[in-house]
């Protein structure tokens, strides 16, 4: 099955530094999304790269994905204290998009303001 | 902004006891799931549900679990007979669409079974 595993799974920068997430999986994907989860809440969607991609922004975040090494990576830039968070990549291997996820093993990252 | 609601918040309960758990989806949407998180580990899916039935149930999905869409707004996780280890964080989330991919969470309901 799939299967994400993030690094570092915890990480602390000063605030306005960059802050990048790796992700891994397992098996061939369709999509692979990111995921923040403030404490205790629930999970808000970030961003979504489809597997023919290479590379997606938006606003600060960048996402890439690299298929060959089943690995993507999150950049948040210029952080903010708001960022503080744990941030978990999803996978799903469907061509349709009511399929589960498939969730990582998370990167809890603190900003220091 | 629309959103997935969930209630209660935190439930305590004593094992061997039956507890629903309830969530209120995005009203146009068609997919329903439920996931969990155990403290501290990774969000595992549970089940999806559509149109009144499951698609698809993982292994943890076994059955002391069930769920229900009873009024066509609640979508219920029913766990029968709950044990130490169903302690966790439950989420439901919804999707619009076989078109879309994004899953709308709820806040989740944190619940301890002592």
Request: hydrophobic residues 30%; contains cysteine.
């Amino acid at each position: 099955s799939q299967q994400g595993e993030e690094d570092p799974q915890a990480l602390s920068i000063q605030e306005g530094e960059n802050a990048t997430m790796n992700c891994s999986y397992k098996t061939s994907i369709n999509n692979l999304q990111w995921y923040r989860q403030n404490s205790g809440r629930g999970l808000v969607h970030l961003i979504l790269i489809r597997s023919n991609e290479r590379e997606k922004h938006s606003g600060r975040l960048r996402v890439t994905l690299d298929t060959s090494k089943k690995s993507s990576s999150l950049l948040i830039t210029a952080s903010r204290a708001a960022d503080t968070a744990s941030y978990f990549c999803a996978t799903d291997g469907s061509n349709f998009g009511n399929e589960k996820l498939t969730f990582g093993t998370g990167t809890r990252l603190t900003i220091i303001p | 902004e629309p959103e997935v609601t969930q209630t209660p918040s935190h439930q305590v309960t004593q094992m061997g006891q039956e507890v629903i758990l309830r969530c209120v989806p995005i009203s146009n949407h068609l997919y329903f799931y439920w996931y969990r998180q155990i403290l501290g580990q990774k969000v595992e899916f549970l089940v999806s549900f559509y149109n009144n039935e499951i698609s698809e149930k993982s292994e943890i999905f076994d059955d002391q679990f069930s769920v229900e869409r009873p009024d066509g707004s609640n979508f219920t996780l029913k766990i029968r007979s709950t044990k130490l280890e169903d302690s966790a964080m439950y989420f439901c989330a919804s999707n619009p669409s076989r078109a879309a991919y994004e899953q709308y969470f709820g806040p989740g309901t944190r619940l301890t079974v002592t």
